[in-house]
């Protein structure tokens, strides 16, 4: 956005125009609600959008507008900083998200050194019980007399 005219600029332009139609009190009311304004968007960051910013720049603009000044040059502004609060919100989102995906990524590296530990473990367990001539039994089989039937035990490697 293209920077809008400064304080001296406006001063020098329109205040003598504008002083003659009005009292000096209501001249210092008008440059003062105009000067909130400005000073507000000089001083804040597009960053420092957040609900109350914007509240308080909402009621310096309404402030401002009451007194039927030509503000048609600075209400781009305001518009765009009022704007901000939502850019903000969104920003901050992407990046909460980007921080889930990087902490996500990390337990999936973990959570894969886990696995291939496990499967090293039962790649070992398997070849213990085969060295040791285990017999396989049917775990769903009566312990009653002549029901259990041994065999030769059998690992499936697959």
């Excluded at 293209?2 to 009311?29: M, R, W």
């Excluded at 910013?53 to 309404?62: G, T, Y």
């Excluded at 765009?80 to 939502?86: I, Y």
């Excluded at 696995?115 to 775990?139: P, S």
Aim: net charge negative.
């Amino acid at each position: 956005m293209p920077e809008g005219p400064n304080l001296e600029t406006l001063l020098s332009v329109s205040s003598p125009v504008f002083i003659k139609h009005t009292k000096d009190h209501d001249a210092e009311l008008v440059f003062a609600a105009l000067g909130k304004v400005l000073y507000f968007l000089k001083t804040r960051k597009v960053k420092d959008m957040n609900e109350q910013a914007c509240k308080d720049l909402q009621v310096f603009w309404d402030d401002l507008k009451k007194f039927k000044f030509d503000l048609t040059w600075l209400e781009p502004y305001v518009q765009f900083a009022l704007g901000m609060k939502s850019y903000v919100e969104r920003v901050m989102q992407v990046e909460k998200l980007k921080e889930d995906v990087v902490v996500l990524k990390l337990e999936t590296e973990r959570l894969e050194a886990k696995l291939v530990t496990a499967e090293v473990n039962l790649d070992v367990e398997k070849d213990l019980l085969k060295a040791k001539g285990f017999n396989e039994i049917d775990l769903d089989s009566e312990l009653g007399c002549g029901s259990l039937k041994p065999k030769t035990f059998k690992l499936n490697l697959d």
